[in-house]
């Protein structure tokens, strides 16, 4: 059964830093594209960052660039979300999500159930 | 960059009613590209529809998805109770992923 499961949310000063993590199990880990998306307090959802099964490419959502690194461990099945210079319009739950591609179509398959993070002071 | 928008925001309809959801792209986009998800309060998303119209592994027949181009719909034929919730469309295009705001289908 594909489980991913998210930690290290909290609260967090503004400026502040965070590093969450993102154990899966279940399936290949090393053979996919993984996806951080976040969802503020009542509003929709907003991919934040992605990277290739070997970690060689990520991308980034304007708003994250240069604050936010996502990487992987494939050792350890596992995806993490390094946050710096945090705001309060970073407040919000993060999941990781694994992304299906296969015959020209892509979409996430699996969730896990979010850890939130609050900043405030 | 493609801009998605969903309508109508809210959806009020009563069970066994049929659905209409909209989404356009800001741009022609490709189908293989577009999926839909349905989210209920404090749970994770939950994927439907993957390739504008290919139903994700054990959702019921009466969740379908159409469009090409511009415009996509997801339709639920007849509505049961447990389908009232938020529902997103998806893109993914030059390595990035965009959502559209979302519909709520909520009981009138």
């Known amino acids: 059964e594909v489980q991913l499961v998210e930690s290290g949310g909290g609260l967090v000063q503004p400026g502040g830093s965070l590093r969450l993590s993102c154990a899966a199990s279940?399936?290949?880990?090393?053979?996919?594209?993984m996806n951080w998306v976040r969802q503020a307090p009542g509003k929709g959802l907003e991919w934040v960052a992605n990277?290739?099964?070997?970690?060689?490419?990520?991308y980034y959502v304007d708003s994250v660039k240069g604050r936010f690194t996502i990487s992987r461990d494939n050792a350890a099945n596992s995806l993490y979300l390094q946050m710096n210079s945090l705001r309060g319009e970073d407040t919000a739950v993060y999941f990781c999500a694994r992304v299906r591609a296969v015959g020209g179509m892509v979409w996430h398959d699996y969730w896990g159930r979010g850890t939130l993070v609050t900043v405030s002071s | 960059e493609i801009v998605l928008t969903q309508s109508p925001g809210t959806l009020s309809l009563s069970p066994g009613e049929r659905a209409t959801l909209s989404c356009r792209a800001s741009?022609?986009?490709?189908?293989?590209?577009l999926a839909w998800y349905q989210q209920k309060p404090g749970q994770a998303p939950r994927l439907l529809i993957y390739?504008?119209?290919s139903r994700a592994t054990g959702i019921p027949d009466r969740f379908s998805g159409s469009g090409s181009g511009t415009d996509f719909t997801l339709t639920i034929s007849r509505l049961e109770p447990e389908d009232f919730a938020v529902y997103y469309c998806q893109h993914y295009g030059s390595s990035v992923f965009t959502f559209g705001p979302g519909t709520t289908v909520d009981i009138k």
């Open positions: 279940g399936f290949p880990f090393s053979g996919y594209w």
């Open positions: 990277i290739k099964q070997d970690g060689g490419e990520k």
């Open positions: 390739g504008a119209s």
């Open positions: 741009q022609s986009v490709s189908s293989g590209y």
